[in-house]
């Protein structure tokens, strides 16, 4: 009897089973082969499927690559250098440097940023992919670096500290320093590249202009 009481129970449970899934699977084919299901927008897609990340603006990021960059060779070359060389051949070291880091490593950290290719190139003033694009950008380094002291010395001035005689302690001169000479770069390197973006924009303008004209 307890023998086929067992056998009864466990035929009732493969049934109820067989028809658990039965049930499933038919569920699964009516959802397939709905034809007046209500389309979903992907973003409505995206509210369920997605999970919220924090998205770092792309300004904010391009902006602080060049800032840390220009503060790191500031620390290194100016820094690590002063003490060996002064006055016009410790700009030119520095001037080679900061464009040799911009072309081999803040330029292409940039570019691995980008979303589509050449997206970014509004933000950097050298934009040819040469190999000769070194050279440029030491020249373009050069001509941000004299910005740079130039402002040191024009703030120093205003401070009334002549950088060009010795000072006492009272007399508190603004010195070199990687985080404010970052920012002094980076300022100026977003400047002239927004002039040159700038100029670019109105010799497109009126070429179009003239395209348009001629027609």
């Given at each position: 009897m307890?023998?086929?009481k067992r056998k009864a129970n466990q035929e009732a449970a493969d049934k109820s089973a067989a028809d658990y899934y039965k049930?499933?699977?038919d569920a699964v084919e009516r959802l397939v082969n709905a034809e007046n299901a209500p389309?979903?927008?992907q973003a409505e897609i995206n509210r369920f499927t997605s999970k919220k990340k924090l998205r770092i603006p792309a300004w904010l990021k391009i902006t602080f690559v060049k800032f840390w960059f220009a503060g790191a060779v500031c620390y290194?070359?100016?820094w690590g250098l002063g003490?060996?060389?002064q006055g016009i051949e410790l700009m030119i070291v520095l001037a080679i440097g900061l464009g040799v880091v911009t072309d081999l490593l803040t330029n292409r950290i940039l570019r691995r940023f980008e979303p589509t290719e050449r997206a970014y190139d509004k933000w950097i003033m050298v934009t040819t992919r040469e190999?000769?694009?070194i050279f440029l950008n030491v020249i373009y380094s050069g001509a941000v670096l004299y910005c740079v002291f130039r402002t040191y010395y024009v703030i120093n001035v205003i401070m009334g500290v002549d950088p060009n005689?010795?000072?006492t302690e009272e007399e508190a001169m603004l010195g070199v320093e990687p985080i404010l000479f970052g920012l002094f770069y980076l300022g100026f390197d977003i400047l002239l590249i927004l002039v040159k973006n700038t100029l670019i924009k109105?010799?497109?303008d009126a070429e179009a202009k003239t395209r348009g004209t001629g027609k």
């Open positions: 307890s023998k086929n049930l499933k699977t389309e979903v927008s290194f070359f100016l003490m060996y060389l190999f000769w694009s005689v010795g000072h109105i010799f497109r």
